[in-house]
């Protein structure tokens, strides 16, 4: 193995920025969906609170509105697994940038690869965080109808 020179290394740096920005949008993104899958969780709280104290007639709201957060909280805890895989690809993939240039392998079919699994990771994530904003306004207008039936 022959050593590699910092010239040689400059290119393999400039490919590795963009998965490395990747990386830092797509933990902006995890921190919006932990915040929500907090947030879920809170009023899964607050409503198993409400449920206990409920009588009879508010029970099945209730639970109506239960189902929609726990569907909510298992939808938002796959959005993240994807969202971290996303990221884990990206790692790897700066990984595999690297190893490609020092060992002097011709990798593009496996660059090319983590990068395609990368990025469908992350669109599979922002489609079900799509969907869990779809979920909270499904259970918002549960919420309204029960304070106003004619509102929704």
Known sequence: MSATSLQEIIPVLQ??????????????????????LGRTIDRSRSLARELRESREAERQHLLAQVAIIYRRARLIR??????????LLAAV???ALFLAALMQW???L?????????L???????ITFIYDIHLSLVALKLELKQVKPDLV
């Open 15 to 36: 490919v590795a920025i963009g998965p490395v920005i990747l990386i830092s949008g797509v933990g902006l993104l995890l921190l919006t969906m932990t915040n929500r």
């Open 78 to 87: 796959l959005t993240i697994a994807l969202a971290a895989a996303s990221v």
């Open 93 to 95: 993939l700066i990984i």
């Open 106 to 108: 011709a990798g593009g």
């Open 110 to 118: 496996l660059v090319s690869v983590l990068f395609m699994l990368c």
């Open 120 to 126: 469908a990771s992350l669109i599979a994530s922002l």
